[in-house]
């Protein structure tokens, strides 16, 4: 038995999901698994942080801390409703919060904070953060980097499958059968964040839940077009991308080049739409013999959005992850706990068929414990 923990929080930043997850070469299992909400003060300035592309390095280094205080909170409250044993666990694997994403820059970087130091700490855990570093230095994307644990866990020697991740951002990952083909995989472009951000501009809550304000509007197809007409759905794989390109700024603009008038749920079903089919214009080109598509990630719940993909993908069944034995709201933080074991074997995160890296490579970095064996 090995047991590991993985911790994540994604771009929509709706909490901290944690998961135990015993790992063997044979045999993945995820042992207990549980999301803490955010402090409200820290959400609103990891928000702030986010959306400005900027800050005072002063700020930064407080909320860096903040964030691994927050993450060594959870941990060891997860620990503490599992009487598990800190000794147990073998690493940590955390993703940190991403505050910035920038693969096309003149030096690419990927950008995480959450401070591993603490972590490490706070829990007498070791633990394994900054996976995106190593991949972006080798030429790659950095992200997505969940693909290869998709492949360990998900790939099926008769069904072409595809994992369609709807967090903050969608991807995709095409697991054709057996090895025949290599492994692909890439962001979409926005999963949840649009929704998200335009549901709070109208709404008191953070998500619009199972669709249900945009089940009743309209798709807007001036609009629709025009937000799918952006360079980026139309940039070839591999490609990432994040808050920092899509936002309320990036949608703002698109409705003053349209210059109408558009009801409010409309857009928010618009937005809809644009998710379900930039997901299913991506499966179709690049994995036009798909079976089956599973989708995790916090848009599975959104049972309007589902439906859109279902209509959008013919031919093809649409299901969870939960129908493979994984709920889709733990596999990410799987993913984590999965790279966590990686590197404490020496064994390669990445896929280069899916970042674009020149070869497949050790990720992340050890954050030692002075309480940890």
Not at 10 to 20: E, K, M, R
Not at 56 to 66: E, P, R, V
Not at 144 to 153: C, S, T, Y
């Amino acid at each position: 038995m090995g047991l590991y923990i993985g911790v994540m929080s994604g771009t929509s930043l709706d909490g901290i999901d944690v998961a135990i997850v015993d790992i063997n070469p044979h045999d993945i299992s995820l042992l207990a698994a549980e999301t803490y909400p955010f402090d409200n003060h820290l959400r609103k300035d990891l928000l702030k942080l986010i959306n400005a592309g900027r800050s005072h390095l002063q700020q930064l280094g407080q909320i860096d801390m903040a964030l691994g205080y927050a993450y060594s909170a959870a941990i060891n409250q997860l620990l503490d409703e599992t009487h598990i044993a800190a000794s147990d666990i073998e690493a940590i694997g955390c993703h940190g919060q991403t505050i910035y994403h920038a693969p096309e820059a003149a030096y690419p970087f990927s950008m995480q904070i959450g401070n591993a130091h603490v972590i490490a700490e706070e829990t007498g855990i070791n633990t394994v953060a900054d996976f995106r570093q190593h991949d972006m230095i080798l030429g790659g994307q950095g992200a997505p980097l969940v693909p290869a644990f998709h492949q360990a866990l998900f790939q099926d020697s008769k069904r072409n499958r595809v994992i369609a991740n709807i967090g903050g951002i969608g991807n995709i990952t095409v697991l054709p059968v057996g090895n025949a083909d290599k492994v692909t995989g890439f962001d979409t472009g926005p999963g949840n964040v649009l929704l998200d951000q335009w549901y709070q501009q109208h709404h008191n809550d953070l998500y619009d839940d199972n669709g249900q304000w945009a089940r009743d509007g309209e798709v807007d197809q001036a609009l629709l077009g025009l937000l799918l007409s952006d360079p980026f759905f139309l940039q070839p794989a591999p490609k990432s991308t994040g808050r920092e390109y899509f936002n309320l700024n990036w949608l703002t603009q698109k409705l003053a080049e349209l210059d109408k008038p558009i009801k409010a749920k409309a857009v928010q079903k618009t937005l809809l739409q644009m998710t379900a089919n930039s997901m299913s214009d991506a499966i179709r080109h690049y994995a036009q013999h798909t079976d089956d598509v599973y989708v995790c990630g916090g848009g599975a719940h959104n049972e309007v959005l589902m439906q859109a993909l279902r209509d959008a993908l013919p031919g093809m069944t649409v299901q969870t992850t939960a129908d493979l034995g994984l709920a889709p709201d733990w596999v990410e933080a799987c993913a984590f706990a999965w790279l966590a074991r990686q590197f404490m074997h020496h064994l390669p995160g990445n896929l280069p068929s899916v970042t674009g890296a020149r070869k497949a490579s050790l990720l992340g970095a050890l954050y030692s414990s002075s309480d940890a064996s």
